[in-house]
């Protein structure tokens, strides 16, 4: 080779690397121009060497000249944005087509500014967000792919040694004569391996054979000896007999043998004999003379044979007999059975067959197998034993129908081994044998195609969201770190999942619970998708169709965003349905006005003509019982307020429920006649009750109403009694009527807690305000239950709430209430306490501070029992205000609370409070020493959460040394 080929070689790899430079420079751009969909990107490099422009407009003229004006203002190393370029102080170009400008400079290895980078629009864009990061990652990625030649360079330049000493030995084992080494070497490793490894094989398939061969042998054994013990079952019967039997007859134990031994088409004859050899029993067949054969000696053979447990056999001619012995009380007896011996074994030996065995029997006569009677010569290849129950000149011998040979390595498999010797041979020199230049050439290319993978990569993970590019297959050809982290769950199955597929299983397995496709306009290749995963995470895909006919896919993480656009939408539902329902209200509202205000205003038109005094009284009458209907109404406006503030409190007097339903029925009268409903009330005149009136009459009106919403052409009739349950009164308002229609969600939300323990509803129960407002009046006054019941075509719906029967006043009682809740202390305990009706004078007061309600519901459950009345306050500002209009024994406060802290307002409470007597307990999770609170003025501390013990146990003790 001389020089010229040299340098000619030398040029051409030069310029291979810069076309592929070249290739890999204009594949960026054109992912960045699809990426930010602008019709403007280019590269500038300083050296003139990789410069690449990608223009889609008209007039490329006047756009360089701008792009020109831009480059020519920034004059810094740093990145540009102009994003709006209407102004003049902007851009001074007179067309001003460029609305969007973007730069960021390009460095060499040596940090050195070798270029820059740009896009720009023709219409007005704004980069949001994470898009400034990832203009900066395309440059870096321009900025890797620019440097990867001089990095290649320097490596050369610096490793000449390494790579000539690897092209030497390349050069070294690619000689035939070492690669024919070699080759041998291996071949003849090969050869013994396989050799070795299939003789071992061999002789594990003949010890498996001979084992599975003694296996066969020891089950025919077993079977064999139990054909003995078959043969002695017979033997047990005549024992038995002869046990059992005091006294017999010779004719009895013959007949008894006979019927043991007469069926047996292989017994020729059966005797048995006392333990002096007496005969006490025989059969034979017609045509066998049993009794001329002499069994004595027979006998004293069998006696001392060596194996007691054993039988004796002895053969004359085809004929054997079986001697066994059998204990009983009264001694031993013995018995002889005689049979034809060729179809005795031949019948055993049919119930030995085993597969793929043959089995046969050899005694001294002959030997039987399956077939029949078989020379003994066939028998060789066989194994043998003998057996327990019969004499030892028989065995049992099993021999395989396929013939166990040794192993040995056959002609056969020495010529396969040979052969793949030979091709491993072939191989390894041909594969050693290789140009050592295919093989550089090879490595390298291999080398490019990983560096370019791991530019691609480390760029595209780079990025802060996902990002992906599906072929037109919908498969991934590219995805990075934040993309596989998003469908990991998904892609532990299977990577190669097409995007409908990955989207499809999401939504399967629960990871996705929303995917919604934005609509799209014919002509425009953008697609925007919502993606709502169950963990919360809320991702906006910005999909964008390429030529190629697939996709690229950018996955922005929008969850902040959607969880405010969430809670600003609960926020405006709960709005709405806050308006609706006040809106429904007031129209109510005004329904039932209508009735007391009709009533006054044909009053006022009464009172204008002259009339007698009877007229005028009866005339007052009815004027007050229009203002009682307004009171009534009005009160409902009232109430709301204060069960919205917490300040809804009890008033306790004697309630006649006839007048107060008939009341309330007028004003619902109107209401009812447009709905062709009867308003009946079946409470007796007399029934009266100790609670609040008004609270009663506005639970009744809003019940009655949402029944009169819910039903038509009807009549509801209304019944109350009084029921005794536990030392309790209670009062049952029972509605009935027919046709009730489940219209009204009040209604539904209703029969939803039928039946259920009012005392355990949580207010925060996802039900309508309307119910909850209801529950609310319920629960105060003393509410236990609410039932809904259906039979035939008629609904009752049943309130149970607890009462009081009322008595006539007293001086000492002006407000109603039996002087009997002053002496059941049961009944004070349980309802009048929560219902603010308790008129003991030594009742001690708690004002409870908390900005959490929850703490409210707490304390009050603990201290229900504890004939304490509670106050309670949801800022110390509220405390305050009312430490100011009340008198309280213990007030326990909170620490840590919006705009005043609780020891800022106690401070201030001892301070400008006239009752010292106050005991003020800290009430807080930060877990301080007492002492710290004590120094601060508080009386004592209460650690968060409290255990009710400790709570009752520290108020018994606060109010003990406050009496003393």
């Known amino acids: ?100 400008y973007a730069q960021y400079p390009i460095y060499s290895v040596t940090n050195k500014l070798i270029g820059v980078v740009l896009m720009a629009d023709l219409a007005p864009k704004t980069l949001i967000g994470s898009q400034k990061d990832q203009f900066i990652s395309f440059a870096q990625l ?146 066998f003379d049993l009794a001329a054969y002499g069994f004595t000696n027979w006998l004293e053979k069998f006696n001392k044979r ?45 119930k ?40 030892p000149t028989w065995r049992l011998h099993v021999q395989p129908m396929n013939k166990i040979v040794r192993p040995q390595i056959t002609k056969y498999s020495l010529i396969r081994l040979g052969l793949i010797s030979f091709c491993v041979f072939a191989f390894v020199y041909y594969f050693l044998r290789l140009p050592r230049r295919l093989h550089s050439e090879i490595k390298q290319k291999n080398q490019l195609i990983l560096n370019r993978e791991a530019l691609f990569s480390s760029s595209l993970d780079a990025l802060p ?32 999942l097409s995007y409908s597929q990955l989207i499809s299983i999401a939504q399967q397995h629960n990871i996705i619970n929303h995917y919604h496709e934005h609509h799209k306009l014919d002509d425009d290749r953008n697609q925007l998708i919502d993606i709502g995963f169950t963990d919360g995470k809320w991702i906006t895909v910005l999909q964008r169709h390429t030529d190629f006919n697939g996709f690229v896919c950018y996955f922005r993480d929008d969850t902040e965003a959607h969880q405010k656009e969430c ?28 009735t007391p205000l009709s009533s006054l205003k044909s009053l006022v038109e009464i009172s204008k003509d002259p009339i007698s005094f009877n007229e005028f009284k009866n005339n007052v009458g009815n004027i007050s019982d229009a203002c009682d209907q307004l009171e009534s109404v009005i009160q409902q406006l009232v109430n709301i307020n204060k069960s919205e503030i917490g300040k809804l409190k009890l008033q306790a007097k004697n309630v006649n429920l006839n007048q107060m339903i008939n009341n309330n029925i007028s004003i619902l009268a109107k209401e009812a006649e447009n709905k062709r409903i009867v308003l009946k009330n079946n409470i007796t005149p007399e029934l009266t009750v100790a609670s609040d009136e008004k609270l009663i009459s506005q639970l009744v009106i809003q019940l009655v109403t949402e029944v009169l919403d819910s039903s038509n052409n009807t009549t509801l009739s209304i019944n109350a009694q009084i029921k005794n349950e536990s030392k309790r009164n209670y009062l049952h308002l029972d509605f009935s009527l027919s046709n009730l ?59 149970s709430m607890l009462v009081n029967i009322a008595t006539k006043q007293g001086k000492g009682n002006e407000q109603g209430v039996p002087s009997s809740s002053l002496t059941n202390n049961d009944l004070v305990k349980a309802s009048l306490v929560k219902a603010s009706l308790v008129t003991n004078k030594h009742q001690n007061t708690l004002l409870l501070v908390d900005d959490d309600p929850l703490v409210e519901i707490v304390i009050r459950a603990m201290l229900k029992n504890e004939n304490i009345k509670i106050d309670y306050a949801r800022s110390a500002i509220e405390a305050m205000l009312m430490v100011s209009q009340n008198s309280y024994d213990i007030i326990l406060m909170d620490i840590v609370m919006p705009e005043l802290s609780g020891t ?45 013990g400790v709570l009752i146990n520290q108020i018994t003790r606060i109010l003990k040394d406050k009496s003393l």
């Not at 307990?921 to 209460?942: C, E, R, W």
Request: proline share 2%.
């Open 142 to 287: 321009l900025q890797t792919q620019l440097n990867k030649n001089s990095d290649s360079v320097s490596n050369q330049s610096t490793k000449p040694e390494k790579k000539n000493y690897g092209e030497k030995y390349i050069h070294v084992f690619s000689l035939a004569p070492v690669a024919f080494l070699i080759a041998l070497v291996l071949c003849s490793f090969t050869a013994l391996l396989l050799y070795t490894i299939e003789k071992k094989e061999l002789q594990s398939n003949y010890n498996q054979q001979t084992q599975q061969l003694r296996k066969t042998l020891f089950n025919a054994l077993e079977r064999f000896d139990n054909q003995g013990l078959y043969i002695s079952q017979k033997d047990l019967v005549i024992a038995g007999f002869l046990q059992s039997q005091n006294n017999y007859t010779k004719e009895q134990l013959n007949n008894l043998v006979q019927s043991q031994v007469s069926q047996n088409l292989t017994y020729k004859g059966y005797v048995v004999f006392d333990s002096e050899y007496n005969q006490l029993a025989l059969w034979s067949k017609n045509n």
């Open 567 to 594: 809670l600003l939408a609960d926020v405006l539902e709960k709005s709405k349905q806050t308006n609706q329902l006040k809106e429904k209200f007031v129209t109510r509202l005004s329904r039932q006005l209508k």
């Open 352 to 391: 030995l067959n085993t597969e793929n065995y043959n089995v046969f029997i050899a005694t001294p006569q002959f030997t039987l197998g399956k077939q029949g009677e078989v020379n003994p010569s066939i028998i060789k290849s066989s194994i043998s034993a003998l057996s327990s129950r019969f004499p």
């Open 741 to 799: 229609i489940d219209s009204s969600n009040f209604i539904t939300e209703l029969k939803s807690i039928s039946g259920d323990d009012i005392t355990r509803f949580i207010d925060d129960k996802d039900v309508s305000l309307e119910l909850k407002f209801f529950i609310s009046i319920f629960k105060m006054l003393g509410g236990k239950a609410i039932t809904i019941s259906s039979n035939a075509n008629k609904s009752t719906i049943s309130l």
């Open 904 to 948: 800022d307002a106690m401070l201030k409470i001892k301070k400008h409070s006239d009752n010292l007597k106050t005991k003020i307990i800290a009430h807080t999770s930060t877990p301080d020493t007492d002492s710290k609170y004590v120094n601060q003025g508080f009386d004592d501390m209460l650690l968060k959460p409290v255990k009710q």
């Open 1 to 100: 080779m001389n020089a010229s080929n040299i340098f000619t070689s030398h040029a051409n790899l030069e310029d291979t690397q810069t076309d592929e430079i070249s290739t890999e420079i204009k594949e960026t751009l054109t992912l960045l121009k699809q990426f930010y969909d602008v019709p403007i990107v280019k590269f500038i490099d300083f050296r003139e060497v990789y410069s690449e422009q990608l223009i889609t407009c008209n007039d490329k003229e006047s756009v360089e000249n701008e792009l020109l004006s831009y480059q020519q203002r920034c004059t810094q190393e740093k990145l540009y944005l102009f994003e709006d370029t209407f102004f003049d102080d902007v851009s001074n170009n007179t067309h001003k087509l460029i609305r969007f």
């Open 306 to 350: 060596a194996n007691k447990q054993a039988v004796e056999v002895f053969t004359v001619a085809d004929t054997a007999f079986l001697i066994s012995e059998i204990k009983i009380k009264k001694g031993s007896i013995y018995t002889l059975t005689a049979f034809d011996l060729s179809k005795f074994l031949k019948a055993v030996i049919g």
């Open 465 to 496: 969201h996902g990002f992906a590019i599906f072929n037109s297959h919908e498969l991934p050809v590219i995805t990075n770190n934040a993309f596989n982290l998003l469908f990991a769950q998904v892609n532990k199955q299977n990577s190669q």
